[in-house]
């Protein structure tokens, strides 16, 4: 299990990090490290909007960059 990623502070909460159309406010930003793995991180304005952000960010992180296709493929589309 990937630690929890902290969640982003207000000031971090910019227009380039803000997810679009969406009607709760909810803004994300990828860090990229050296060894080529993302972190994610996120905030939103509603609770429960930010609890499955926050589990998306957690279930991203940690991975490296060309992962992450495939497990958007076989973990977040079958959620659909």
Do not use: K, M, Y
Not at 23 to 33: A, C, K, M, Q, Y
Not at 51 to 73: F, M, N, Q, T
């Amino acid at each position: 299990r990937v630690p929890q990623s902290a969640p982003l502070t207000p000031e971090q909460c910019t227009p380039d990090r803000r997810v679009p159309n969406c009607l709760s406010g909810v803004w994300i930003w990828r860090r990229d490290e050296d060894d080529g793995r993302v972190w994610f991180h996120s905030r939103a304005d509603s609770p429960v909007v930010g609890g499955i952000a926050a589990l998306l960010c957690d279930l991203c992180s940690g991975h490296r960059r060309e992962d992450l296709p495939r497990l958007v493929e076989e973990v977040v589309t079958p959620l659909r």
